[in-house]
């Protein structure tokens, strides 16, 4: 009876130890597999966290569309829209028709207004100014008609531009020009008064054509710098040449002009350019634009 009992507990204890082993290694990959599944729910969660930021973010874009969409079309209808500033930039430098050192220093004009916003001293001959779109529209071709009156309101001269660079003035722009009196003898209290027109931007055959500033430098005695033709038609001369050259507050020092050497640019072509000062003016400050014809 003894030796029977001894067998069967040694069976069992031989047959206990693979099954608790077994157990243990299941524990195990139970335990890993529950950490693997809650990494997996905190990526989720974050994920579903910044999707959620997302959201708010492109919620609060459309919102602010809408009020602007919604702030535009009330302007319209009530006829306000040229209290809109334009977008294009605040002081004109977007315009790649339009370089030099001095554009930050032009003055803003009036909001609406497509008009002169500085004028120069009259040289006996001529008379610099500038005129900046504060339109929300582009415009090109601009004139300038202008009559001269003394202190006590009488006429004493008319004249009339030479054209403007550039051509085509966007919202928010500035162009360059000068109004021609034919050496017309004037007092230096003469008051101008201008009368601004202009017409939709040219297009097609035989129109005028700006050349984008590249680069431009003020070297002591002359501008020196490039252009380049961004259009997509040829750019034949005379390509002419506007210098503005500003003091450090704004005021027109002198307008000079001048023609480039070259007087073809095919599309995507460059084109060197340079004027000279032969009156010693500082020119530091200094605003340059160019232009052809698409002949």
Same mark, same amino acid.
């Given at each position: 009876?003894?030796?029977?009992?001894?067998?069967?507990?040694?069976?069992?204890?031989?047959?206990?130890? $693979?099954?608790?082993?077994?157990?243990?290694?299941?524990?195990? *990959?139970?335990?890993? +597999?529950?950490?693997?599944?809650?990494?997996?729910?905190?990526?989720?969660?974050?994920?579903?966290?910044?999707?959620?930021?997302?959201?708010?973010?492109?919620?609060?874009?459309?919102?602010?569309?809408?009020?602007?969409?919604? *702030? !535009?079309?009330?302007?319209?209808?009530?006829?306000?829209?040229?209290?809109?500033e334009p977008e294009a930039a605040a002081n004109g430098s977007a315009s790649p028709y339009l370089g030099g050192t001095g554009v930050s220093l032009l003055p803003a004009g009036e909001k609406g207004k497509i008009d002169v916003v500085l004028q120069g001293a009259y040289d006996g001959n001529i +008379?610099?100014? !500038?005129?900046?779109?504060?339109?929300?529209?582009?415009?090109?071709?601009?004139?300038?008609?202008?009559?001269?009156?003394?202190?006590?309101? =009488?006429?004493?001269?008319?004249?009339?531009?030479?054209? #403007?660079? $550039?051509?085509?003035?966007?919202?928010?722009?500035?162009?360059?020009?000068?109004?021609? #009196?034919?050496?017309?003898?004037?007092?230096? =209290?003469?008051? @101008?008064? #201008?009368?601004?027109?202009?017409?939709?931007?040219?297009?097609?055959?035989?129109?005028?054509?700006?050349?984008?500033?590249?680069?431009?430098?003020?070297?002591? =005695?002359?501008?020196?710098?490039? #252009?380049?033709?961004?259009?997509?038609?040829?750019?034949?001369?005379?390509?002419? !040449?506007?210098?503005?050259?500003?003091?450090?507050?704004?005021? !027109?020092?002198?307008?000079?002009?001048? @023609?480039?050497?070259? =007087?073809?640019? *095919?599309?995507?072509?460059?084109? $060197?350019?340079?004027?000279? @000062?032969?009156?010693?003016?500082?020119?530091?400050?200094?605003?340059?634009?160019?232009?052809?014809?698409? @002949?």
């Open positions: 009876m003894r030796r029977i009992t001894a067998i069967f507990v040694t069976v069992l204890t031989f047959v206990a130890l $693979p099954i608790g082993a077994g157990w243990r290694s299941g524990s195990a *990959q139970d335990t890993g +597999l529950q950490a693997t599944l809650a990494a997996q729910e905190t990526t989720i969660a974050a994920q579903q966290t910044s999707i959620a930021e997302l959201e708010g973010t492109v919620d609060a874009r459309g919102a602010k569309i809408n009020a602007q969409r919604t *702030q !535009i079309a009330e302007l319209r209808a009530t006829g306000a829209t040229e209290t809109l +008379l610099p100014i !500038i005129i900046r779109n504060n339109s929300t529209e582009a415009i090109g071709r601009v004139t300038v008609s202008a009559t001269a009156r003394s202190s006590g309101g =009488d006429l004493i001269a008319a004249g009339g531009d030479q054209g #403007f660079n $550039p051509n085509t003035v966007e919202p928010g722009g500035y162009t360059l020009g000068y109004i021609y #009196f034919d050496q017309a003898a004037l007092p230096s =209290d003469t008051t @101008f008064v #201008f009368d601004v027109n202009y017409s939709s931007p040219d297009s097609g055959s035989f129109s005028a054509v700006d050349l984008s500033v590249v680069e431009a430098s003020y070297l002591g =005695d002359r501008i020196v710098g490039e #252009f380049k033709n961004d259009s997509d038609v040829v750019v034949s001369g005379p390509i002419g !040449i506007s210098v503005v050259c500003l003091d450090a507050s704004g005021a !027109i020092l002198s307008h000079e002009t001048g @023609f480039t050497d070259k =007087d073809q640019a *095919q599309p995507g072509e460059s084109v $060197p350019f340079q004027v000279a @000062f032969y009156s010693g003016v500082d020119c530091t400050n200094f605003l340059v634009a160019g232009s052809g014809y698409s @002949f």
